[in-house]
């Protein structure tokens, strides 16, 4: 899903509402009023030419810390340990060109990991793009497989929606990385921002509650079930769901095998917790995963690290609670939504 400030149906703030600023606004001071709005109190950001105008606009900021990494690699997984550590998206930015592209191993693993992360990045002015301009590249094109969404803004008055649209997108459904490419002269020129109340995303639906057939089809494999396993990933530490799996384990009496990013999700030292899944992980959880012929599979994505040979995988369990990327690997016979509570029905 990607957009070149594509208009989205959205409901501005009132005329005379505190959303409207009366003052013209330079671009630059337009992306940091709009991070401000998004609660964002630090951003991890290497200075650049073309994202000059968004260190001075950070400069006047009150509420936002500008933190200076050696590299911007180093700036964007700084940013995803922000996000890691406080639920948060993490906020990072760069130049364009080269400083664009050593953003994108950073994007790429937020992508993987379903890391929260807003990546904004200065490009050339307007007319020179498609030009071969100075430390000019696609930086909108090359990040497409690796992002949620993308914009690249060509209206100054887009930035308001385009900055609260990224943080929404980012931060629901499955968390993942955003980015905003945003040429210097967008930076530099003026207007009078108008900022959005609701946003309508057309085509972006989050998952909805499963239904009441869909639960019931669940708690009947579980009776009959008589190996059961629970297979558990980084989904449960995202959604902060921990407590909501231990619990849902010690009812149905359940082992637990967690994917290494879903570390604590259940406590290790737990009598149902069968620790690590996989090649790095413990024999005894590999057996009891083959051996199954029910896997509750919560928050992963099914990773050749712990699955191997797709086909050999599990081979002779039955069913299986999954995420979208399941069907991408493994066959099942009863793939459910994937915000189904797992605390609801035991």
């Known amino acids: 899903m990607a ?99 050593n953003l994108l191993t950073g994007i790429a693993d937020a992508f993987m990991d379903s890391v929260p992360l807003v990546a904004i990045t200065g490009q050339v002015p307007q007319h020179m793009i498609g030009r071969g301009a100075f430390q000019e590249t696609d930086v909108f094109g090359m990040t497409l497989p690796i992002v949620k969404h993308s914009y690249l803004v060509t209206d100054i008055n887009d930035i308001p929606r385009i900055v609260k649209e990224a943080f929404h997108i980012a931060s629901t459904g499955r968390p993942g990385p ?8 967008i930076q530099q020129s003026y207007t009078q921002p108008v900022w959005p109340g ?13 239904d009441e057939l869909a639960l019931n089809e669940v708690v009947g494999l579980i009776e009959n079930a008589k190996k059961p396993m629970i297979y558990c990933g980084g989904g449960v530490i995202s959604a902060e769901a921990s407590k909501e799996l231990t619990q849902f384990a010690e009812k149905t009496g359940i082992h637990v095998a967690t994917t290494i990013m879903g570390v604590g999700a259940i406590p290790e030292d737990h009598p149902l ?14 057996n009891a995963v083959n051996e199954a012929d029910l896997i509750l599979a919560i928050g992963v994505r099914f990773d050749d690290r712990v699955c191997g040979k797709f086909e050999e995988f599990a081979k002779k369990q039955s069913s299986s609670i999954s995420t979208s990327t399941l069907l991408k690997s493994i066959k099942t016979n009863s793939p459910t939504s994937r915000s189904m509570p797992i605390s609801r029905r035991s």
């Open 3 to 101: 957009t070149k400030s594509s208009h989205q149906k959205n409901t501005p703030a009132r005329k005379n509402s505190p959303g409207r600023l009366q003052n013209p606004m330079r671009g630059c001071d337009i992306v940091v009023a709009a991070l401000e709005r998004e609660d964002v109190d630090v951003i991890f950001a290497y200075p650049g030419g073309a994202s000059m105008e968004l260190h001075q606009g950070l400069t006047r900021s009150k509420k936002i810390r500008t933190v200076l990494p050696r590299h911007e690699q180093g700036g964007v997984f700084a940013a995803i340990g922000y996000a890691r550590a406080t639920g948060k998206p993490g906020v990072c930015m760069a130049t364009s060109g080269p400083g664009a592209m």
């Open 198 to 210: 609701k946003i309508e995303l057309r085509g972006y639906r989050l998952p909805s509650q499963p």
């Open 178 to 185: 955003v980015l905003i490419d945003i040429p210097k002269n």
């Open 273 to 286: 917790s069968l620790k690590w899944l996989g090649m790095h992980g413990t024999v005894y959880a590999n």
